[in-house]
């Protein structure tokens, strides 16, 4: 009998709706995450946590109104344990990220496969 499969949740929170779903779409190819909901503001995030109760948030770094450092904390404020994957455009935006062992950032443009590695990264009963 084989050990179940890790089971990590997580909540993708995007300006854009459609980018919200295709980062579903890509994380959907592992069968150890599972994309509970999407946000596309800041308020719609912080409902979503009660809700969905993840694991792991994947954040565009474009979206909080206040710093994304000032997100982080609110975050951290409702789920002390929650993970969070920074969303970059551009790699000098990490200047703006205190990176720590349950906060990483990743660019947009990185490939499905690194982006699942990195999600189950911060989960490490998950890797």
Do not use: F, N
């Not at 929170?13 to 994309?35: M, N, Q, T």
């Not at 551009?90 to 950032?105: F, L």
């Not at 590695?117 to 998950?126: E, T, Y």
Request: glycine letters at 4%.
């Amino acid at each position: 009998m084989t050990a179940p499969q890790p089971h990590i949740r997580v909540v993708v929170a995007d300006r854009s709706e459609e980018i919200c779903h295709a980062l579903a779409r890509l994380l959907g190819g592992d069968p150890a995450i599972e994309v509970g909901a999407t946000a596309q503001t800041e308020d719609e995030l912080l409902a979503q946590l009660a809700k969905a109760a993840p694991d792991v948030v994947l954040l565009d770094y474009q979206l909080p109104r206040r710093s994304v450092d000032g997100l982080i904390s609110a975050l951290r404020a409702r789920v002390p344990d929650l993970a969070i994957l920074v969303l970059l455009v551009h790699p000098g935006d990490v200047s703006g990220v205190e990176v720590d062992a349950r906060t990483a950032w990743i660019l947009k443009d990185t490939d499905s496969e690194e982006l699942r590695a990195q999600v189950r990264a911060l989960m490490p009963l998950a890797s």
